[in-house]
C-alpha cells in the first residue's frame, strides 16, 4: 500500500492509500499524474511508508515545485526526510 498525496491546488490537497503508482491516472473526475516519488518516509514513530506525490496535468514542473512547497509546511507525509 501507497500512502498517495494529491495536490489539486495552491489551496487543496489530500491524503488517501492506493494500492499502486501508475504515471497517470483519473482520480476524482479528473486526471492526474505521478510527480513525485514513491519515496521511504520515516515518521516520527519509526513508521515506515512509501509516499507519492500526484497533481493534475495543467500544472507544469515549476508550478508544481511551488505547490509541493506550499503544502509541505501542513502536510507531514511531504515530509520525506523523515
Known sequence: MF???VIWDAD????TQWDETPWVTTWK???VSLRAGP???IDAHGVSSQVAVYLPD??????FQE???AHEKRI????LHG
Open 3 to 5: 500512502t498517495i498525496v
Open 12 to 15: 487543496n490537497a489530500e491524503v
Open 29 to 31: 473526475d479528473r486526471e
Open 39 to 41: 519515496r521511504e518516509r
Open 58 to 63: 495543467e500544472f507544469n514542473e515549476e508550478e
Open 67 to 69: 505547490l509541493f512547497a
Open 76 to 79: 507531514p507525509e511531504l515530509h
